[in-house]
C-alpha cells in the first residue's frame, strides 16, 4: 500500500510583506515550501510608506534591502516644526516606498523557491502532526506546519474557525489620510523629509509627514479621530483648507502647495487587538494578522520583520523532529525578540492616546474611578 506525507513542510497563506519575506528567508533550508495569496499581485494600497531605518537593517539582514534600493527615496534630515520652532533631526537612512511595489518585488523574489498558488484559502485543519488547507477552487494542500500572514484589521475566518479571537481596545484607535501634493509654483520641495507636531490635545491629531514618494510628495495625516467624526468628511473634502487651519503656518514653511494625482483622499481606521488563543498546535499566526499596529507609531514593519527573523530561525528546528505540537509553537510568541517588538508597540500607540487626553477628561475618569472604588 502507498502512504503518502504532506504536500509540503511549511504552508504560508498570504503573500504579503510578512508571508514573502518569510518564503525568502526559508529559501536556503531544506525546506519544500507552499505560499498562497488570493491575488496574483498585490493589489494597491496605502500603507508603511516609510522605512525606518531599523527596518532596513533587518531588510538588509535579510538579503532584501539591495533590490529594493533603487525604487526607494533616501531620506536622511527630517524637517521638524513644533511649537513655532523649525529644526532638523538626523534620522540616519530612511526610505520612502511604496507599498505594493515592495511586496510585489519581495513576492517576485520569493516565488523562485517555492510552489505559489494564487487563491483565496478558505478552510483550514490542524493537528499535532499534519495540516489542511483547501482552496476556494476546491484545491487541498498538506502540511507539517501552517503560517498565517493574512494581514490584519478584521480577523481571518480562519482564524476565527479555530478559535483564535481578536482582544480589542477601543480606545486604542488610529486614523490615518494621505495624498499626494506639489508646490503650486512647480518647484522642488526644500526638504528631503517634513514632520509638523501639534499638542496632540487639542484635535487629537498625532502628526502630519511629507516626505518624497516615487515623483510625489506624499502626505500622511495621523489622527485618533472616530471613522463617523465630522471632521473626517471635512478632510476628505478639502484636505489643503483643513491642514491650513489645524496647522498654522504649514504652507509658509513649505511653499504653497496644490493636490496631485487622482486628488483621492485614502483613509485607513485601525484599533488595536491582539489575537487570543494562538499557542495550538500546528499553525503560527506572524504580522498584522496577530497584533495590529498604529500606523503614526510606525512600528509595523518592525514587528512583521521581527516576527519573520524570529521565525524563519525556529522552523528549520522544528521540522527536525516528528510533530509540530504546542511547546514548538509556544517557542514563537513567547521568543524574547518578538514580546519586546509587540509590546513596544502597543506602548507607543498608548503613549499617543494619552497624549490626547485632555487634562480635564483624565480628572473625569480619575474621579469616576474614586467613586467606584468608594475612594474620596
Ligand atoms: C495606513 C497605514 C500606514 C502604515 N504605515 C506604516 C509605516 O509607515 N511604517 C510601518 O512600519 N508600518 C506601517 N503600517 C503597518 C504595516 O502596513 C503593516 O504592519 C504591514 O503591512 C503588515 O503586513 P502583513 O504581511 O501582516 O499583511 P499584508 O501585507 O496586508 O498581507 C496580507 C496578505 O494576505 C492575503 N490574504 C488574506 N486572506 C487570505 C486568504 N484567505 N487566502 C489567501 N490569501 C489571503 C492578502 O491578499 C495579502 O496579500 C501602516 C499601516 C497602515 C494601515
Redesign the pocket.
Known sequence: MTTYGPSHDVII???????SCLAWMLKDQPVRVAL????LQ?PPS?????L?QQ?ADLLDKFGLLEARQPLADPISQVECFRKGQRYHEDVGLQYGIH?TDT?NQLRTQALPHVDFYQ????DVITSSTYQQVQLENGKKLTARLLVL????NVI?P?AFKLGMRQQATRELRSL?F?FDICRADGQPYDFQSFNYFLDPREHQIDYVTLFPIGDSVRI?LFTQWHPKDMRVRAMRRSPMQELDEYFPGLFEQIGDSVLTGSDKVAL?P?QYYQLSKVEQPGIVV????FQS?S?AT???????LTDVDVLSGLIPQWLETDGMTVDKIQQFYRHPDKQAVDSLAKREWVYLADNALHPEIISKVKRKLAKLMGVG
Open positions: 497563506i498570504g503573500a504579503g510583506f510578512a508571508g498562497i495569496d488570493r491575488n498585490y496605502f500603507r508603511a510608506e516609510k525606518e527596518q507599498y511586496v487563491g483565496k484559502v478558505v500572514a493574512t494581514g490584519g481571518n480562519l490615518s494621505a500622511n485607513f485601525t506572524i504580522g498584522d494578522e499596529v500606523p510606525g512600528k509595523g514593519l518592525s514587528k512583521v
